[in-house]
């Protein structure tokens, strides 16, 4: 894809981290330091992922909720699952 910033993997690379855990928060900011008044839903999303020598680490980032649905698409699509059913 042009002009994106995510990594494209190619059906030989070779992956060497496990998912160990996913948690999904959905979250509510109302202000912040820098903004007065945000009143827009996001997801909080927490993963921990073992690398290649077994160590783990704690991932964790905000979304808003059609990006979040977007990724779980994608995801659901990999595995098989219908999203449709489920998220939306």
């Not at 783990?56 to 059913?85: C, R």
């Amino acid at each position: 894809m042009e002009g994106s910033s995510e990594p494209q993997l190619d059906a030989k690379a070779k992956v060497t981290n496990q998912l160990i855990d996913f948690q999904w928060k959905l979250g509510m900011a109302v202000s912040s330091d820098s903004c007065r008044s945000l009143k827009y839903p996001y997801v909080a999303v927490m993963l921990k992922v073992a690398d290649h020598s077994g160590q783990v680490k704690n991932k964790s980032f905000e979304m808003t909720i059609p990006q979040f649905q977007e990724k779980m698409k994608v995801a659901a699509n990999l595995f098989g699952y219908d999203f449709k059913s489920t998220f939306v």
